[in-house]
């Protein structure tokens, strides 16, 4: 193995352990306190501050809420920025409260002043007017998005329930928030509701939404009176807008009809919605829009250059660079292909179930993730605490250290080193342990797949950057309701491919990932060409010499019967040097 390898492995070992950490999190506090004007909100998220445009109108809320409305979708999305807590530490709901008040809404909010693994924060805006000449009252009930501290650590509690434990505690104190609004809540007319949500906030929203809709709320809020039962809320008027969602529950009716007034809405390049991962049969309440990407439209350089001037005019204030946030088509198709790999890997090999990370990593993760990204420890904070588990990777690195890393005496050595360093007492010697092993686990992982090491890192500005809410915003700030529909009129396959035109290094491996909605049902893969590119049951691609493949995916009911097909186009790259040596093997061969 040449020596770059190991560097780069070493570096993705490292990348991986804090892959869901956005790049801000150690960023330079921004000294500035700009104000929003009007229609402008402020959104405070990590160490900075940015004021964005928006619109509003009362008309959003004339339709039935299982129509796609986009403009509502825009609206929510930039609520949901609102939310996010505020640098202000006194009026933590300041940033919401200032953008609803000036829509007309009075404000309340639950849980923004509280700092714990699985707390959340709840901001709600009620506004009582004439729609189309129609007594209505309008309320928006926002999960607090980002900037909640130490609710990092609830994200990695995933439990062996049904639903994400972390996200379920936090849905029920919700729930729970929102029950007591309902006490003193009187409606004027028909009542609207809007369940808006961004990344952790949208989990949150997904269960809440769900619970309201199939009127299983009343478990969350146990022996408390149910002042929720007659407040007026119907589905047909239920609106949930939900960006960048992790999958929250594995719930097999999570995709019933009844359910489709909730529309998540992902940037397929986004690692965030590809947790928890699809081996552990997770998914999400509600339809799935998917924006722009090259595995899901033809033309996808008219969007990615729409989008870049509409980032540059929006966002010119900031000195923010496109090529830092944004994919071109071939950076789009491999580093989804690369991702979706990863996370399989890590799901299976690293975690190998839910019960077994539950047991072995989960507190562990929840202590690291909370206390670092939560307290926003700096970075010669992080470094001292895993300062030796880094240098320990490196040395592993010469082929005669890497047994030596795994050894228990050296790993509790480690171990020790680390809680010295954290100095917490709730991180038992057992959870320490269980961070050594996650970290080992995945320098495993990193050497056995190591191909796939360059893709990332040619794309690390991107790989970084791409859950950052603006890119988001911008994409669906350059679509329009018929645009976002048209993209997703597949929505209704059987079976769809999580990417359908992909190109591949030579000797590289990429995830294809199959969505359907078929109790009992089974997929079998097959290849063209197996030459060129072939596939193994799982969806594994293996680009194995130059040219183009077709992959086709076969969707069997329980009983054996063809229920669907999707295809695949794999195009293989090779550089002159590697189609010379590929030749020279076969002679050999």
């Known amino acids: 193995m040449k020596i770059s390898y190991r560097i780069l492995s070493a570096f993705l070992a490292v990348l991986m352990i804090f892959v869901s950490l956005p790049a801000t999190a150690f960023a330079k506090k921004n000294n500035e306190d700009p104000k929003p004007g009007k229609n402008e909100f402020r959104c405070d998220w990590f160490d900075e501050t940015i004021i964005y445009p928006y619109e509003y109108s009362d008309s959003y809320f004339t339709g039935n809420a299982y129509d796609y409305n986009h403009e509502l979708a825009l609206y929510s999305l930039c609520v949901s920025m609102a939310s996010f807590g505020s640098f202000d530490l006194a009026n933590p709901d300041e940033n919401i409260r200032m953008m609803l008040e000036e829509c007309g809404y009075e404000f309340t909010s639950y849980g923004y002043d509280t700092e714990g693994y699985d707390t959340v924060g709840l901001a709600l805006g009620t506004k009582k007017l004439e729609l189309n000449g129609e007594p209505t009252t309008i309320v928006i009930a926002a999960i607090r998005s980002g900037n909640y501290g130490m609710e990092w650590g609830g994200n ?62 009343t478990e969350s809020i146990g022996t408390l009176p149910d002042y929720i039962k007659n407040s007026g809320f119907t589905n047909e008027n239920i609106y949930a807008y939900l960006y960048e969602t992790p999958q929250a529950t594995s719930d097999i009716r999570s995709g019933d009809e009844i359910y489709h007034n909730i529309f998540n809405i992902i940037n397929p390049s986004d690692y965030v919605p590809m947790f928890v991962m699809d081996n552990f049969r997770f998914t999400s309440y509600g339809k799935t829009l998917y924006l722009p990407s090259a595995s899901r439209v033809a033309d996808y350089d008219s969007y990615y250059n729409a989008a870049i001037e509409e980032f540059e005019s929006f966002m010119s204030h900031t000195g923010k660079k496109h090529d830092d946030f944004f994919y071109d088509a071939e950076e789009s198709l491999s580093c989804e292909l690369v991702f979706k790999k990863v996370f399989s890997y890590l799901a299976t090999e690293v975690m190998v179930d839910r019960a077994t990370y539950s047991e072995r990593y989960e507190n562990s993760l929840i202590f690291f993730t909370g206390q670092y990204l939560g307290k926003k420890r700096t970075v010669k904070d992080l470094a001292g605490s895993i300062g030796k588990m880094i240098f320990a990777t490196v040395v592993s690195l010469i082929p005669s250290n890497y047994e030596k890393i795994k050894e228990d005496g050296y ?34 992982l990193v050497k056995e797949h190591r191909r796939e090491i360059p893709t990332l890192l040619s794309q690390i500005n991107t790989v970084i950057n791409v859950h950052q809410p603006y890119v988001t915003m911008t994409w669906v700030r350059i679509l329009d309701g018929d645009t976002m529909l048209a993209i997703n009129s597949d929505a209704g396959d059987k079976l769809r491919l999580s990417w359908n035109n992909i190109k591949l290094k030579y000797n590289s491996s990429g995830k294809l990932n199959t969505d359907f909605n078929v109790e009992g049902g089974y997929v079998k893969w097959s290849s063209d060409n197996n030459a060129i590119a072939s596939v193994d049951e799982d969806g594994t691609v293996y680009a194995n010499s130059k040219g183009t493949a077709t992959l086709t995916a076969t969707l069997y009911s329980s009983d054996g019967k063809v229920l669907d097909e999707a295809f695949a186009t794999v195009t293989v790259e090779m550089n002159a040097i590697q189609v010379i040596i590929h030749k020279i093997k076969n002679v050999f061969v």
């Open 411 to 444: 790993q509790s050595y480690l171990a020790d080193y680390v809680a010295e360093k954290t100095k917490h007492a709730d991180l038992s010697d057992k959870e320490v342990e269980g961070l050594i092993d996650i970290f080992i686990e995945v320098l495993d």
């Open 156 to 217: 990695l509690r995933v439990g062996t329930g049904e639903n994400h434990e972390g996200f379920n505690i936090s849905k029920k104190t919700a729930l729970v928030y929102f029950n007591d609004f309902c006490k003193n809540f009187r409606p004027y007319g028909k009542v609207k509701l809007l369940v808006p949500g961004y990344s952790r906030g949208s989990s949150i929203a997904n269960l809440f939404a769900a619970e309201l809709i199939d009127g299983s709320y």
